[in-house]
């Protein structure tokens, strides 16, 4: 049977996800993408993974880089997400600015962030499969409620 792209996305699309910006450096040049295809692997040892596109800039990178920043943006970092997926529309982009980490830039004013050294890289069809081991973390304790996606667009969370 063969599935429809356009449907599959539709479908996994009603999966409610936070929103991340993975950052790589690679010889002092910053490749940065949004991705909520991130998710907490294992707790011992402390491994996450996200997915990311072959044929993206940083897909073609990936492998050179030592480690990555995962960095949970907040609810009014829509223009981050937005800029950082390649749909930033405005001549200019938003500000923002990266600070050097343990495993990578982490992107100032985020919620919450996890440094990580590369443990593994995988195929996944389009996608490399890309796991880190933790070494830091980084947090907010107050005023900060993550960007969240559904269905194709950001909502709020209500409580």
Request: charged content about 20%; glycine content about 12%; aromatic content about 10%.
């Amino acid at each position: 049977m063969q599935i429809d792209p356009r449907i599959l996305r539709q479908t996994v699309g009603r999966f409610v996800t936070g929103v991340t910006v993975v950052a790589i450096d690679v010889d002092g040049e910053i490749r940065a993408m949004t991705a909520n295809s991130f998710t907490s692997l294992s707790l011992d040892p402390p491994l996450v993974l996200f997915c990311l596109g072959k044929e993206t800039k940083a897909g073609q990178q990936i492998h050179l880089a030592p480690g990555f920043a995962v960095s949970i943006l907040r609810d009014d970092q829509r223009d981050l997400s937005s800029y950082f997926a390649g749909a930033w529309k405005a001549a200019e982009p938003p500000p923002f600015t990266f600070t050097a980490w343990d495993g990578g830039p982490r992107l100032d004013g985020c919620v919450a962030a996890l440094g990580c050294k590369m443990h593994a890289i995988h195929e996944g069809g389009d996608h490399w499969i890309v796991v880190g081991e933790v070494i830091a973390t980084y947090r907010v304790d107050e005023g900060g409620a993550p960007l969240v996606f559904f269905a194709g667009k950001y909502v709020n969370l209500e409580g």
